[in-house]
């Protein structure tokens, strides 16, 4: 009965949430820019009042960065339903190139475009018109009802563009207080459009890098070509035996802790509206490159990968240097999924490439680089499959469980620090151009986010 | 007779000769640098002068760059002996770094070392103090004997260290006058100290340059890697297809027109002097990485090679960029023997990478790189194996035919373009320094350059 209420009081309310939205948009609250901190402080007092006026405890709190907002709001007066800690970033990304929009990217405009309306401006859904989906739904709540339907802490924080450098370190010192059943992210897009997701795996990451040195000095290549170990040839061989001729990782136990993907979550996959064609001809490709067998999106989401991401040594300028240069570098990194773990995965690297070696080669490891694993949901608990009703509900299409190629890395943190499940559920579109020119957000994403949010917290709290 | 008296006459004149080099050395003609060209003048005019001292008709030239010196001096009245061109260039290499020079690289000094006594100048081994040696043989001779005992056509230029744009095309425009029998070039090193040399074959060379380009983008590795072609695994792949295990190039039809070492010319080399544990060693290697069965010096001399140069794609900066980039590039060179045509050895090398490419994987060249194909001296011309021995007989050692690993283009120019066989002698030590800082040519080179010539000259009347 509430719930469609609640639905009810969205759809009138739309106007009135979009008015505040793009009070917070005005806001230029860049993290990464320290012209701009006064403007998060200022984002920061925004959010504090906003959730004040609904009911929420909250406060602006230091950190020695920008400030973080947390706050508290009780569930039903029984303490029924679980308590759940959502999180979002009012901090945005910088504007530049600032010739390249075709609006003021704080002074948010509402227009028309072919695939619907947009409200368009920096931050519109990375990740101030998310963030706000959530908090429109917990107002919808309480204007109906009088109370929210769970114990709710909020938690935003100002440097997710920049790093986060707080955020560690105030999760530690605030653990107590953070503590609740399951964290709520909102920063994710949908798979296709039109098709809810609940991002449940995202891929782990391990960095390394190394420099092969051949002979002690770069040498002239009429004195010493042919005698001479030559790193160029050396560091390409190593790289070329990474993967074998189905673009498998030949380094032995690469594929420890790798799971297949479950027959059921296949299936939703395949039907998840995901274009590959798109996908892979916008960047020039007729086809997947990677581990023969599985497509583009299992590549993508569910397996593993060794990528170079940087390769050089000798002469790089105009014509011809007949030079045998002295040393080769290689920047590489692993995607990781499933159980697999960063440090003993560094070793089978490292010594995949040490027995390779020649005569005479030396190498080096930069040992300052990290590794995280892959954050896989917990998606047998209950409160997922009720979530994925939820969103299959007010999208009129099956939600889908999908997966991620990058990395959230609040997701991980949430896991390490707080002990907390995360779930991510966002309602971005691939073509929001987060971090670019002309950032928008659908307006359909945002009344049907904040839907979705009510249905989901209707769910959960049952 | 008179060839010992030229000995004698050489002998004394030594200080007179080092006099006249001094001369020579102190003219700072850095040709690559604009600021020195009226010091690249009057290096000239010095040489015009040296040589009218001696009876040539003797010019400075101009060229749209630095000018040529031609001259000319009969031989015996009677016409008898080969009519010879001798080769030398009066420009010197630049002297930064300045600070690394103990003295003035132009006020040339006498000094004792452990190794002996030498003359320490920019320019003092290349190629003033080399070309001298011949200008003093041809002194000394006059002096004794009042004529040369051939007729001698010399040619100095003033742009070998900035390139030779001029050379070409002035030897063209002055074939007929540059017509000899036979050309001289003082411009190499002994093989070792004490070790006289005649370089009969320098290796040849094919430069190109190629681009792998994958996605139409730079991609982020968490959303494309795995699917994504990377052309930095592309490249290496093709890189380590370049050679076997054996070191043996992998190209087809690589090895046509390449040739064993005879089995005199190869008991020659063994016994040369060459200290392959010194010349390894000195850059931090313990053996020979070239093709196996061959020792150093045959990879050195005798072998063709397939280098990579450059080699680069991607993040170089400092940490870890998720980038799987658009491209790589690779810059490689080949060392040619033999009879190699570096035209169809670059359509091989060509066919071998495009026959390797992955689907999605295009490819460009570098269509603006050149290629020569190797010099091997006509040593079965009875003037090499006279030159060979007179060398012997001034050394009191065999005198021996060496490769070099290296390219003298102006060999390949005299036979292109004059038709002209060239015989390279020097007196040079590795340990000169040449292009460096502290340049410098042991005095014996000089006094038993002189003398070697006297010989040569004897020898070739004959």
Redesign the interface.
Known sequence: MSLSAVLSRIDDQLPAALDRLTGLLRIPSISTDPAYAGDCEAAADWLVSDLQSLGVKAEKRATPGRPMVVGHIDGPADGSGPHLLFYGHYDVQPVDPLALWHTDPFAPELQDTPHGKVIRARGASDDKGQLMTFVEACRAYKDVTGALPCRITFFFEGEEESGSPSLIPFMRENAAELSADLALICDTSMVAPGVPSIASQL?G?L?D?FTIT????D????????????P??E???I?????DDTGRVAVEGFYEGVHEVPADLLRQWESCGFDEHE??S??????????AGYS?LV??WA?P?L??????????GA???????SE??C?L?C?LVGDMDPDSLRQKVRKHVEDRL???AKITWNQ??DGSPAAVMNISRPEFEAARQALSDEWAREAVFTG????IPIAGFFKEVLGLDAMLIGFAQEDDAIHSPNEKYNVQSFHKGIRSWARVLDALAK
């Open positions: 891929r990451m960095k890098e051949g002979p002690r000095i040498l002239h290549s009429g004195h010493y070509g042919g005698p001479a170990l030559n160029l040839r560091i390409s061989r790289i070329a035996s990474f993967h996908y892979l916008s960047v020039g490709m007729t086809r997947a490159h990677g581990e583009a590549q993508q397996r990968t990528e170079i991401n940087g390769l050089w040594g000798g002469y790089q014509g011809t240097k007949t030079v045998i240069p080769a570098h920047k990194t995607r020649s005569p005479d300052d680089l991620m190629g990058g990395s």
